[in-house]
C-alpha cells in the first residue's frame, strides 16, 4: 500500500510538472504572438489560431489554479475598478527634455556638450521620433512588473498598474535569464492614427465620446479607475529610456540599455538611430520630418540622447532637464481664425500682456480661443489688428499663439492695437523700462490682479503648499477684504473661512489645519515662495545654500550674489530691489511673527526624506507628536495635518483615530515609530 501511494504521488507530481511546462510554453508562444501583433504590427499567426492557445491555457488554469504563472496574459483581464488613484515617488527622477528649434541651437547644444566634456570629437547620439503620448515609468523588479506610474511633477507620480495591466505590448515579465534586480523603464503610452480612427467612428456609432486627437484619448485612458475601460482602448507601448538600472554598469551606452529592452520582450521607440555629431542630427531630423505624414503615430519632434553612458553622467542635470537630451521640435500645424478682440492680462510681476480673443478653433485637437500676443513689439512686427484673420499656432505644441496675419483678408473695418497708459486691473501706470520688452504695472501690492497671482504662487505645492486653498476661495477671501497679502492667509481664522460660499465648518477647519501645518517651510522653498521675479526654484535652492539665514540674503549686495553660478545682474538686481522694499519687508517680519519657521540647511540632519509627506496620529509610544514632527523635518521631510494623495506616510501610534482608514483606503503607508526611525536610517 505504502508502495503505490509512493507511485501515485510521484505520478502526479510529474503530471503536474508535465501540465506546468505546458502552461509555460503557452505563455511563452501568446506573449510572443502578442508582443508581433500589438508591438510591431507583424502578426505571425490568424486571429483563430491565436484565440485557440488562448483559450488551451484558460481551461488549465481553471483546472489548475494553484499553477498560474504571473507573467500569464489572463491575469491582464478582470481587474476590479480602484476608489483613488495613488501618488508613488519615482526611484530617480522623471525629467523633461528643453527644446531647439534650430539647427544653430542644436549645434550650440553640441558645443556645450563638448565644453563640459572636454573633448574635440563629434558627440555620439542615440537619435529617435518624439512620440506625443503620455509619459510612464514602469518598474520591473527582479523582471516581474511591479507598478506603473505617470510623470506627475517628475518626483511623484499616480499609480496606474490597474490600467497598464491591460496594454498587451507591456510584458508582465521580462523575457531575460538574468534581469535587473530594479529597472524603471520610461516611455510613451499613445494610440496609432489608424486605431484611432476606427476607435472614433465606432464611438461615434455607438453614441459615445469622440475624442479630439489620438493624446488625449490615450491620457483619458490610462487615468480611468476602471481598468475594463482602458482595456477596450487601443493603447500601446513604446520605450525610449530608464530611470534606475541597478545593473547599469554592465551597459557602456543608451543605445545597449535599449536593445537589451527590446531582446527582453519591451517594444523600444521605433525609427531610432545612432548619429554622430550636430549635422548628422540634422539630417536625421529631416529624414523624419519627410515621414512624418506617413508615420502611423503622432510625433512633435525628434530627441537626441548622449549615448555614452559616463557622459550623460558626467553632463548631469539642470534644474529639470538633462544636460545629455535635447528634443528638436518641428514647427507646430497652423490654423486661421478671426480676432475678435484683445485683453490685458496682468502677471504676478507686474507684466502687462496682450491675449487675442479668438473665433474658437481647433488647433492640432485642442480648441483654443485666446492666444497670447507676447508684448507691443510683437503686435508691431506682426502688424495685428482687432478685426484680422491669423494664422496660429500651438507654441512648443501647448501654449496658442499668432504667427502671422493673413493680409489678403484684412478688410477697413480692421483696428490698431492700443497698449493701455494704465492697468487695467488697478489703474496705476504702464511703464517701460529701456531695453526690455515688457511693459509693467507699477501699482504693486495694490494692484488686485499682481496680489491674486503672487498669492496662487505663494500657496502653490512648489512653495508653502496649502491644500485646499484654491484659486476661488482665494478671489472670494480678496473680494471681501480679508486678505490682501501673503501674510493675511496665516491671520485667518474658521469665522472667517465658514463666511465663504460653499465652506462649512469641516471643510474651513481642514483648511486652517492646512494654513497651521505649512508654517515650517525650508529656506529653499520660502525664497520660492516670495516670488521674486527671476529666482525660481533652481535659484532660490542656491540661495538657500550660500546664504545661512533670511538676514544674511535680505543684507546681501551685489557681489555677494553674482558669485552664485547661476545669478547674473539682471537676477541680482531684483532680488536686491526685493528685498530694499520696506512693504515687502514688513509682510516677511509677519509671517515670521504669526508662526512661520525657517528651516534652515544648517538645522537638516539628512534630505533622506526629501519630498516626503508624513501625517501623525495617536499617541506615539515614546515620542512627543512635536519630537516627531522635527524629527520628519530634520530629515528634510514635510508634516502636514490630513491625510490625502499626496501624503507618502502615515506615522501611526496609539488609538489612532480614522486617518488610519482613511489612508488604508487610498493607499497610504501606514508605519509606527520604530519603522520611521528605520525609514530615516536606511532609506
Known amino acids: 500500500m505504502v508502495y503505490f501511494l509512493i507511485i501515485h504521488q510521484q505520478n502526479y507530481k510529474s503530471d503536474m510538472k508535465d501540465i506546468e511546462s ?19 504590427d507583424d502578426p505571425k499567426i490568424s486571429d483563430y489560431q491565436f484565440d485557440k492557445l ?88 527582479s523582471g516581474i512588473l511591479s507598478y506603473a506610474t505617470t510623470r506627475g511633477d517628475g518626483t511623484t507620480g499616480e499609480d496606474v498598474t490597474h490600467n497598464v495591466l491591460t496594454i498587451k505590448s507591456i510584458p508582465m515579465k521580462l523575457k531575460s535569464s538574468s534581469p535587473p534586480k530594479t529597472i524603471e523603464i520610461r516611455g510613451e503610452i499613445i494610440i496609432s492614427k489608424n486605431d484611432f480612427e476606427i476607435m472614433n467612428r465606432e464611438n461615434a456609432g455607438k453614441e459615445l465620446k469622440v475624442f479630439a486627437n489620438p493624446r488625449n484619448a490615450a491620457a483619458g485612458s490610462i487615468r480611468q479607475l476602471d481598468p475594463n475601460i482602458s482595456k477596450d482602448r487601443p493603447l500601446r507601448f513604446y520605450a525610449h529610456g530608464y530611470g534606475l538600472l541597478t545593473n547599469e554598469d554592465k551597459f557602456s551606452s543608451h543605445y545597449d540599455v535599449m536593445n537589451y529592452l527590446n531582446d527582453s520582450g519591451v517594444v523600444i521607440s521605433p525609427y531610432s538611430e545612432v548619429v554622430t555629431g550636430a549635422e548628422e ?27 555614452n553612458i559616463s557622459h550623460q553622467k558626467e553632463l548631469g542635470f539642470v534644474s529639470k532637464a538633462p544636460r545629455w537630451a535635447i528634443a528638436h521640435k518641428y514647427s507646430s500645424i497652423e490654423v486661421e481664425s478671426k480676432i475678435i478682440d484683445v485683453d ?56 496658442p499663439e499668432i504667427v502671422s496675419v493673413n493680409i489678403k483678408k484684412r478688410s477697413n473695418i480692421t483696428k ?23 511693459a509693467k504695472c507699477t501699482g504693486g501690492s495694490i494692484c488686485p490682479e499682481q496680489t491674486k497671482e ?34 493675511d492667509l496665516f491671520s485667518l481664522n474658521i469665522d472667517d473661512l465658514i463666511s465663504l460660499d460653499r465652506m462649512g465648518k469641516k471643510s474651513s477647519q481642514n ?61 541680482a538686481n531684483n532680488i536686491i530691489s526685493f528685498f530694499n522694499d520696506s512693504k515687502k519687508i514688513k509682510n516677511i517680519d509677519r509671517l515670521i511673527d504669526l508662526g512661520v519657521v525657517i528651516v534652515y540647511e544648517s538645522e537638516i540632519d ?55 482608514k482613511k489612508a488604508a483606503d487610498i493607499g497610504v503607508n501606514i508605519i509606527n515609530e520604530e519603522q520611521l526611525s528605520e525609514l530615516i536610517k536606511n532609506g
Open 606 to 660: 539628512s534630505h533622506i526624506l526629501n519630498d516626503k509627506t508624513f501625517v501623525i496620529t495617536g499617541t506615539i509610544p515614546n515620542m512627543t507628536r512635536t519630537d516627531v514632527k522635527d524629527l520628519i523635518e530634520k530629515n528634510g521631510g514635510r508634516v502636514t495635518s490630513s491625510i490625502s494623495k499626496k501624503t507618502s506616510y502615515l506615522v501611526a501610534g496609539d488609538n489612532p483615530g480614522s486617518k488610519i
Open 54 to 141: 488562448v483559450i488551451e491555457l484558460l481551461d488549465l488554469e481553471k483546472e489548475n489554479p494553484q499553477l498560474i504563472q504571473v507573467d500569464s496574459p489572463t491575469q491582464r483581464i478582470g481587474s476590479r475598478p480602484i476608489d483613488g488613484f495613488t501618488q508613488i515617488d519615482h526611484l530617480t527622477p522623471m525629467l523633461s527634455l528643453d527644446n531647439v528649434f534650430t539647427m544653430e541651437e542644436l549645434m550650440s547644444f553640441e558645443m556645450r556638450a563638448k565644453d563640459k566634456l572636454s573633448l574635440e570629437d563629434k558627440i555620439e547620439f542615440i537619435a529617435e521620433p518624439k512620440l506625443d503620448g503620455v509619459a510612464v515609468n514602469l518598474v520591473y523588479e
Open 281 to 307: 542630427c540634422g539630417r536625421y531630423y529631416e529624414k523624419i520630418h519627410t515621414l512624418r505624414d506617413s508615420l502611423d503615430f503622432e510625433i512633435d519632434g525628434v530627441v537626441y540622447k548622449v549615448n
Open 416 to 438: 490698431r492695437i492700443i497698449f493701455p497708459d494704465q492697468c487695467p486691473s488697478c489703474g496705476s501706470e504702464i511703464v517701460r523700462k529701456h531695453g526690455e520688452s515688457a
Open 22 to 40: 505546458k502552461m509555460k510554453r503557452l505563455i511563452d508562444e501568446i506573449n510572443f504572438h502578442n508582443y508581433q501583433y500589438h508591438g510591431m
Open 454 to 487: 503672487l498669492l496662487k504662487h505663494f500657496v502653490s505645492r512648489k512653495a508653502f503648499d496649502i491644500e485646499g486653498l484654491g484659486e476661488k476661495i482665494l478671489d472670494q477671501l480678496m473680494e471681501s477684504n480679508m486678505i490682501s497679502n501673503t501674510s
Open 511 to 571: 483648511l486652517i489645519s492646512s494654513i497651521e501645518a505649512s508654517k515650517n517651510i525650508s529656506f529653499d522653498r520660502f525664497i520660492y515662495a516670495q516670488g521674486i521675479h527671476d529666482v525660481g526654484l533652481a535659484t532660490s535652492k542656491s540661495l538657500s545654500e550660500c546664504f545661512s539665514s533670511l538676514e544674511k540674503l535680505i543684507n546681501a549686495e551685489m557681489d555677494d550674489l553674482l558669485i552664485i553660478h547661476d545669478i547674473g545682474p539682471v537676477a
Open 344 to 399: 490685458f492680462q496682468v502677471g504676478r510681476t507686474g507684466t502687462i500682456t496682450p491675449v487675442a480673443k479668438l473665433k474658437p478653433i481647433n488647433v492640432g485637437g485642442v480648441v483654443v480661443s485666446n492666444a497670447t500676443l507676447h508684448n507691443m513689439d510683437e503686435i508691431n512686427r506682426k502688424d495685428v489688428r482687432k478685426g484680422d484673420y491669423v494664422f496660429v499656432r500651438r507654441a512648443g505644441d501647448v501654449i
